[in-house]
């Protein structure tokens, strides 16, 4: 058999309806790459779950859903049995994973994102296990976008906020806190709500400003520009659960 010859016959196993041991390893490789893709970018933002584990999700899903249509075609007809099921076994298994991925931090959650990208590469490996090729590399491009240049918009436009509780010790008594909202409008921290503590028998006031703070606001300029109003024994952050 010539080279040509060979070629033509391999490229015909890669592309049968029927599952193959060609095919099914076009379909491990091709999978391996998508997953490693998302996984470098995870890896980027200094996630835990980078390109290794991204790869073996994608190449797992991939595996089940190549196992789902190969057991049908072989051991009962290739017009029955039901493929789906793997697929649907797939998508709940790989809800652990995810789970995994969020860490939970006295009311901060993070990880919420490489989570759903764990969930998507699965979905790509099962598209690619059914040798919807041009389907899985599109939808890694996507992925990829939102990942990147979402991200980037994001902090353009300012769009993340979080809620933080800034606490302050302050010495005496304050009974108007205006001239802290202007500090926080300043900085363009909106304030959400007061909690106020009166000791006076160590005669200090102890505030806790629950605010709304952006991605890029510049702590340590405003609790500068906080610590002048009054004067001021201890500042800090905290998270809105923790007042």
């Given at each position: 058999?010539?080279?040509?010859?060979?070629?033509?016959c391999?490229?015909?196993?890669?592309?049968?309806?029927?599952?193959?041991?060609?095919s099914?390893?076009?379909r491990?490789?091709?999978?391996?790459?998508?997953?490693?893709?998302?996984?470098?970018e995870?890896?980027?933002?200094?996630?835990?779950a980078?390109i290794?584990?991204?790869?073996?999700?994608s190449?797992?899903?991939t595996?089940?859903?190549v196992?789902?249509?190969?057991?049908?075609?072989?051991?009962?007809?290739?017009?029955?049995?039901?493929?789906?099921?793997?697929?649907?076994?797939?998508?709940?298994?790989?809800?652990?994973?995810?789970a995994?991925?969020?860490?939970?931090m006295?009311?901060?959650?993070?990880?919420?994102?490489?989570?759903?990208?764990i969930?998507?590469?699965?979905?790509?490996?099962?598209?690619?296990?059914?040798?919807?090729?041009?389907?899985?590399?599109?939808?890694?491009g996507l992925?990829?976008?939102?990942?990147t240049?979402?991200?980037?918009?994001?902090?353009?436009?300012?769009?993340?906020?979080?809620?933080?509780?800034?606490?302050?010790k302050?010495?005496?008594?304050?009974?108007?806190?205006?001239?802290?909202?202007?500090?926080?409008?300043h900085?363009?921290?909106?304030?959400?709500?007061?909690?106020?503590?009166?000791?006076?028998?160590?005669?200090?006031?102890?505030?806790?400003l629950?605010?709304?703070?952006?991605?890029?606001?510049?702590?340590?300029?405003?609790?500068?520009?906080?610590?002048?109003?009054?004067?001021?024994?201890?500042?800090?952050?905290a998270?809105q659960?923790n007042?």
């Amino acid at each position: 058999m010539s080279v040509s010859e060979y070629w033509e016959c391999l490229v015909e196993s890669v592309n049968a309806v029927e599952m193959n041991t060609a095919s099914a390893v076009l379909r491990l490789v091709v999978s391996m790459l998508l997953g490693a893709f998302v996984g470098m970018e995870r890896k980027r933002k200094g996630q835990m779950a980078g390109i290794r584990t991204f790869a073996l999700i994608s190449m797992g899903a991939t595996l089940a859903m190549v196992l789902s249509v190969y057991i049908p075609q072989e051991y009962i007809g290739v017009k029955n049995g039901d493929p789906g099921r793997v697929a649907a076994q797939v998508i709940t298994g790989i809800g652990f994973l995810g789970a995994g991925a969020i860490i939970q931090m006295k009311g901060s959650v993070r990880g919420l994102t490489t989570a759903a990208g764990i969930w998507m590469t699965a979905t790509v490996g099962m598209a690619v296990g059914v040798g919807l090729y041009w389907l899985s590399i599109i939808a890694t491009g996507l992925v990829l976008v939102v990942l990147t240049q979402l991200d980037r918009l994001e902090h353009k436009i300012h769009m993340g906020t979080e809620s933080r509780t800034i606490r302050l010790k302050i010495r005496g008594i304050v009974s108007n806190i205006e001239a802290y909202r202007t500090e926080l409008d300043h900085f363009h921290v909106n304030l959400n709500n007061v909690y106020v503590e009166y000791d006076y028998d160590e005669n200090v006031t102890r505030l806790n400003l629950v605010v709304l703070v952006r991605e890029t606001t510049d702590f340590i300029q405003l609790f500068a520009a906080l610590r002048l109003v009054n004067p001021t024994l201890s500042i800090s952050l905290a998270n809105q659960a923790n007042i």
